[in-house]
């Protein structure tokens, strides 16, 4: 399968600042040093300057202004996480097997197959740290591979590459994925109650791919829409993303919730583009970003005012 870079991009939006521990939000003086929430889940009070790594004190806050009728949900570390990986020389014959099943289709020998997957692997990622420390802007992971992998001796078209970098790269259950224990009871309650879901991540690889892991993870739920950084073409923080997952889903920024776990990513995105976030806690990955909202299991979600129900 060949990677295509998606088309859709922001619609006149100046983006300075993509990489979220450069970048800092722009809060209106009513959501600016606080967090807000309800029970069970307990709002995080910041001075001006601290991090939501390091609150004051906790303490309920009244129903914010929101008319929330969609969630807009990160996947990696929010709604699955990776606590199941198998060992790292399984992860390596796996894709060694991989990758010298797809050079054989090409007419292609390599003496060390086990290389091959691993320096494409190696210059996807350095390529998507690089685009998330400036533009933001999804890269071409064929041409990416297909040059990385002529420093090893081989001579693959960008297609062939891409399909290489695709067979070799183990993703969802099989990469050790697992749901969290309340991923698929949230989310089915939200339905129930009324909630637009969408999914908003940050991934090399979208369409049947991304939707095969999330079945096989048991989260393919018929997400109203999904926003793939691939398919949209630019990653999160960048707006782009957001505004495609908004255009699908018909609403304006004020009435959609951000739930992940990066505050660079997930918050500072969504907070930028006039989307409330709530903030999975974890080790913050940047600093000066308040959450509208903290939360440490999914399930925490459901006793939020704003997700009583859409109406």
């Not at 991923?183 to 090399?204: K, Q």
């Not at 990955?285 to 006793?303: K, N, R």
């Amino acid at each position: 399968m060949r990677v295509r870079r998606g088309r859709f991009a922001a619609r006149g939006r100046a983006w300075r600042h993509c990489n979220g521990e450069r970048a800092r939000p722009h809060c209106s003086p009513s959501r600016r040093g606080r967090a807000l929430s309800a029970h069970p889940v307990r709002a995080i009070i910041h001075t001006p300057g601290r991090s939501a790594s390091r609150p004051m004190e906790l303490q309920s806050m009244p129903r914010p202004p929101h008319h929330i009728r969609a969630v807009l949900f990160d996947i990696g570390d929010t709604l699955w996480h990776s606590r199941a990986a198998p060992p790292p020389g399984e992860f390596r014959r796996l894709a060694a097997g991989r990758a010298a099943a797809a050079l054989r289709e090409f007419g292609i020998h390599h003496e060390d197959p086990s290389l091959v997957a691993r320096t494409a692997w190696v210059a996807m990622e350095e390529a998507m740290r690089t685009a998330r420390a400036t533009d933001c802007a999804e890269p071409d992971y064929g041409l990416v591979s297909q040059r990385a992998l002529a420093g090893i001796g081989l001579d693959l078209s960008r297609e062939e590459a891409a399909a290489l970098l695709e067979s070799t790269y183990i993703s969802g259950i099989e990469g050790g994925k697992a749901p969290f224990a309340d991923a698929l009871s949230t989310l089915t309650e939200l339905r129930r109650r009324g909630f637009r879901l969408a999914t908003v991540t940050n991934r090399a690889f979208g369409g049947e791919r991304f939707r095969t892991d999330l079945r096989d993870a048991g989260l393919d739920i018929g997400w109203d829409a999904e926003a793939v950084s691939v398919e949209v073409g630019f990653l999160k923080p960048h707006p782009a993303i957001f505004e495609y997952a908004l255009h699908r889903l018909g609403i304006p920024p004020g009435e959609a919730l951000m739930v992940g776990n990066s505050l660079a990513e997930d918050v500072l995105g969504a907070q930028q583009m006039g989307i409330p976030a709530a903030w999975r806690r974890s080790a913050p990955d940047a600093e000066g970003v308040t959450p509208d909202y903290v939360f440490d299991e999914l399930a925490e979600l459901l006793g939020l005012p704003i997700l009583a129900g859409p109406g």
